[in-house]
């Protein structure tokens, strides 16, 4: 059984850095062909894909936002995580975790965390 | 502004049959499949349609998907009230190198 957890802070700063893990378990991103991405949701707004890693930590970013983002993973804890500098109010957003499966030439979001949302305010 | 176009809003009676359409370009509609998601509201989206047509297990017949060029079509048939959720269209970007989304539509049923 497949399962994603997000987890961070509720609340950051304007200026200041978010740290965010999804703890994932029934599967390994170590397993050869497995991604997982990041993507936020501002309240009432579209889904916004953020970054995704590849099971060989191959990265690829949102052109938008990489210069603020980094995301990694610790094989070892089942572990994604996202940091993203610079935080400021329109970075509102619920933030979710999901895991990318790929089949022959189609690949597609099949599990998704249930969601952390962030505010970001003084 | 999202990649993928979207109607930001759909209706239909219970019964009757649906459609919502999202537009995109030769970079990702046109080359890469398609992915729907249903979210209902206060909860995380899940997967409706991969591939283009396919559907996961548990996902009712009366959903299906479509493509033709750079457009992708998702319809619902038989509507029922418990459709009524925010349905978005994704897909992998080749010149972006990313995946992009719709803007998501808000279907009601009336």
């Known amino acids: 059984q497949v399962t994603l957890k997000e987890s961070g802070p509720a609340l950051v700063k304007p200026t200041q850095t978010l740290t965010l893990t999804c703890t994932f378990s029934?599967?390994?991103?170590?397993?050869?062909?497995?991604?997982a991405s990041w993507i936020r949701q501002p309240p009432g707004k579209a889904l916004e894909w953020l970054a995704r890693?590849?099971?060989?930590?191959?990265?690829f970013y949102s052109t938008s936002l990489k210069t603020r983002l980094t995301i990694s993973k610790d094989t070892s804890k089942n572990q994604l995580v996202l940091t993203m500098t610079n935080m400021d109010p329109v970075d509102t957003a619920t933030y979710y975790c999901?895991?990318?499966?790929?089949?022959?030439?189609?690949?597609?979001?099949?599990?998704w965390g249930q969601g952390t949302l962030v505010t970001v305010s003084s | 502004q999202s990649v993928l176009t979207q109607p930001p809003s759909a209706s239909g009676t219970p019964g009757q049959r649906v459609s919502i359409s999202c537009s995109g370009s030769?970079?990702?509609?046109?080359?890469?499949?398609v992915t729907w998601y249903q979210q209902l509201p206060g909860t995380a989206p899940k997967l409706l349609i991969h591939?283009?047509?396919q559907r996961p297990s548990g996902v009712p017949d009366r959903f299906s998907g479509s493509k033709s060029g750079t457009s992708a079509s998702l319809a619902i048939s038989g509507l029922q009230s418990e459709d009524e959720a925010d349905y978005y269209c994704?897909?992998?970007?080749?010149?972006?190198?990313?995946?992009?989304f719709g803007g998501g539509t808000k279907l009601t049923v009336l």
């Open positions: 890693i590849d099971w060989d930590d191959e990265k």
């Open positions: 591939s283009t047509n």
């Open positions: 994704a897909a992998w970007d080749d010149s972006l190198i990313g995946w992009v």
């Open positions: 029934g599967f390994s991103l170590s397993t050869h062909g497995m991604r």
């Open positions: 999901a895991r990318q499966y790929c089949s022959g030439n189609s690949c597609y979001f099949d599990y």
């Open positions: 030769s970079s990702n509609i046109g080359t890469n499949t």
